[in-house]
């Protein structure tokens, strides 16, 4: 007779055996479909990275290098140049050369002066001056106010060109045209979450292109119900009055973050699936020299909290003419007003400037912060694109220049402000030379550049030739064209929107 002991440990093994029946049965039936998904990835079947943003469409892509005349060179074409500054390369790549194509924005370009003094030309002297063995050739692909919606047709265009390398430095564009996100919500969440994880299996797109061509479509076929975009970008504070366009619209703002965090995954895929190294590049915005660029008080702020609201608001403005010593009774009366309105920005802002006025780091950092983040006008990458960066880096073991971070490391307090950046997004000179010996030192470290001795010194020099070649024109340009973005950053464009370009569209 089996004793109580047997008994159980019987009972165990069968309440054991019950309970990994079910998750063994369901593996046993997805064994095939990993077998077909190892097979498309042997073969080269069905790559995700063909597709098209879900998010939107263009009405037409244009390339953005051409072959010129003697067939020698790829260039940006002349249409091109209101977003690109010319650029070129060899049509036929040397043997001995490492080429390097730099996506971005007007930050990858320089702004608000050119490529000349942008990371991307001392990234090419530094390493030339690291390894003058090798020819190294850092093509400049920023476009002015390009979301990564626009650099994902011009990244499959140059994979074609043999690059070794790409960079990719974006951000602070998402939510700079307008678009309607209504076939994302018309599908619902669980619908969206199911097709962005089923989008990127191979079989799934397999499936999706065989589903198409039976039907007589295509897969750009089924991208009606997207919104299509101009061929260029139509910003919307390009046209007078683009400022009074932005409002508080949270459900657009998370499918906007929803649409940056796709792309920069794709982008990461293309890559990868065409064998090609990627670097991201996390992006750096100016917190504490900033204020928002639009504010609009909560929706529902009563009347009476309303007057409160400005009573608080108006004492602590008071305060402050005294100066300095006028920050101490200005911050609980901004406190209130923040507790009252928590959704204003430009009253965070005004709290973050008396806290650090008054010596207290940290919570004039989440100050700022809060100010930068309920921006409703956001020109600055949000803190969400932020950590989308650095988690897709971490999960794909794509290499990573934590931009934002090495110049907080280098600021007073580690806030980052005027110091370093220009106006809300764009480095200074210095700071494009810090990003590119952060890239460089980057390359160095994956082993791409093998440096020769004494190199330090000979690109500390070859830095400064190249800056002292540049003529006085030049610099004047850039103070102009920082003036200009000034204004358009406070909704002061003088160009009247032309007939044909399409009104905002309701989100």
Known sequence: ???ERDVFSASRQRVARRRWFRPTAVLLSLSPLVVIEALCVCFGWGRPARHDDPFVGFRSVRPLFVLNEDRTRYEVPAARQMYFRPESFPAKKANNEFRVFCLGGSTVQGRPFAIETSFTTWLEISLQAADSRR???VV????????TYRLVPILRELLGHEPDLIILYTGHNEFLEDRSFEHVRARGEFVNRLIATAGRLRTFTLMREGYLHLRGDSVTDTADDRPQLPTEVESLLDYRGGLEAYHRDDRWRRNVIAQFRHNVRHMVEMTREAGVDLILVNPVSNLSDSPPFKSEPRADLGTAERRAWVSLRRAAREHLRQGDIGAREAVPLLEQACEIDPLHAATWYMLAECTLKI???EPAREAYLRAKELDVCPLRILEPMNEAVLEIAHQTGTPLVDVQ???ARRSPNGLVGGDW???????????????ADALADKLVTLGVVRPEPGWRDRKEQAFQAHLASLDDLYFAKGSQRLEVVRRWTQGRAELARPATTSAPVPR
């Open 1 to 3: 007779m089996p004793s």
């Open 135 to 137: 020819r190294w050739e």
């Open 140 to 147: 400049n692909c920023g476009g002015i106010s390009y979301a």
């Open 359 to 361: 010596g207290k780091i």
């Open 405 to 407: 971070a090495l110049f």
């Open 421 to 435: 950046l220009l106006d809300h997004v764009h480095p200074g000179i210095p700071g494009h030379r810090l990003i």
